[in-house]
């Protein structure tokens, strides 16, 4: 099983960076899929949720309206699209996958997120 994110790096304030995490080795379009961040000395913060279709998100007011959730179950690959990007989104972002009727869950190795002039 694995879960491998992408998409991170250093950008401006006001930038865009578009995240990935790729799933293999588990059925992805059973997982409800979230992405959290852990920013420095502070603990892992929730993000954004998907459920199994993509057709439902929710999104912590943190980052409502500036991030949008994706997935593509064809593909195994899960997305976040981050715009208007602040020096406080700075941070590890992980993938998250659960299975609730399994037991099952996984998390992703993270990628990390800059955002600085």
């Known amino acids: 099983v694995r879960l491998v994110e992408s998409g991170g790096g250093l950008v401006q304030p006001g930038g865009s960076l578009r995240l990935s995490c790729v799933a293999s080795g588990f059925t992805f379009s059973n997982y409800v899929m979230r992405w959290y961040r852990r920013a420095p000395g502070t603990e892992r913060e929730w993000l954004a949720t998907l459920d199994t279709t993509g057709s439902t998100a929710d999104y912590a007011n943190s980052v409502k309206g500036r991030f949008t959730i994706s997935r593509d179950n064809s593909k195994n690959t899960l997305a976040l699209q981050m715009n208007s990007l602040k020096p406080d989104d700075t941070g590890v972002y992980y993938c998250?996958?659960?299975?609730?009727?399994?037991?099952?869950?996984?998390w992703g190795q993270g990628t990390q997120v800059t955002v600085s002039s």
């Open positions: 998250h996958a659960a299975n609730y009727n399994m037991g099952t869950n996984y």
